[in-house]
């Protein structure tokens, strides 16, 4: 079996592949290590190996994790927490309204902003000591009703509106698209949010979204070709998700 090192590195070439396959430099796409259900020991080492990014779906699974990980930066001496300096949370979940404040004051980043409630309550939380959290707009862009996500037709008025909130930084789109087992249907979710992207950046040249979070262990390579700048990969970095997780 692969250590959690050997897989980020696999991944991480991957990544390097697909990039070269389409002509984009290798540095403009970030690696998301998703740790759901995985005990903080697997984020350690994937940290240990040198990963800075880490998404988690479930608040309070994050937060545990993200004081499992302040706890031990913060006892080890000098270099030996160098491994452990600079981790930055993301948010990826879905995320209810009583949710906000603890979200707001322990992750980074959070991908699945998709009401303008959800949004102000954020920016009303978030701790002045802390700089703007930042986040993307989650887009339902294969248009199921089972899906979470802002509609298309929504999403500049969501974007328009996130983006005047003072302690959010609004940075762009995520998706999270049905499984397809063929290329062409992997490809379309993902060209169709980059297309969303670009159109909202025409009729308000004032929106910034730079980031498109999109692409798991799966359509990564078809994520980077439609232009991915964030990859959310957990099976392929921490291994299948057998145990079941409680809900929060
Ligand atoms: C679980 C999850 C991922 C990672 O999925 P893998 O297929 O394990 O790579 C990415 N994004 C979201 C929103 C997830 O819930």
Redesign the pocket.
């Known amino acids: 079996m692969e250590t959690i090192s050997e897989s980020l590195a696999h991944t991480q070439g991957r990544i390097a592949r697909a990039c070269q396959a389409c002509g984009r430099p290798p540095g403009e796409v970030t690696l998301l290590a998703?740790g759901?259900t995985k005990p903080w020991e697997a984020i350690a080492q994937a940290a240990a190996a040198g990963q800075r990014n880490f998404?988690e779906?479930y608040v309070q699974e994050g937060v545990d994790k993200i004081a499992q990980w302040q706890a031990q930066r913060d006892s080890a001496p000098g270099d030996a927490a160098g491994g452990l300096q600079g981790l930055q949370w993301h948010l990826?979940?879905p995320l209810q309204s009583n949710k906000t404040r603890v979200v707001a004051q322990h992750f980074d980043w959070v991908?699945?902003i998709d009401r303008l409630k959800i949004a102000q309550r954020l920016s009303e939380q978030r701790p002045a000591e802390l700089p703007p959290l930042q986040v993307c707009l989650q887009v339902n862009i294969s248009g199921q009703s089972s899906k979470s996500g802002v509609a298309p037709a929504q999403a500049l008025a969501l974007a328009q509106a996130v983006q005047a909130l003072p302690r959010l930084r609004l940075r762009g789109l995520m998706s999270?698209p049905e499984p397809a087992d063929d290329e062409v249907a992997r490809r379309a979710p993902h060209r169709a949010l980059r297309e969303l992207r670009d159109e909202l950046q025409r009729r308000d040249p004032r929106l910034q979204l730079p980031v498109l979070s999109m692409g798991?262990?799966?359509d990564l390579e078809a994520a980077i070709a439609e232009g991915a700048t964030l990859v959310?990969?957990?099976?392929?970095i921490f291994g299948s998700?057998t145990t079941a997780h409680a809900p929060n």
Request: charged share 20%; net charge positive; glycine share 16%.
């Open positions: 998703v759901k998404g779906n990826i979940g991908h699945s999270v798991m262990s799966d959310r990969i957990g099976t392929a998700r």
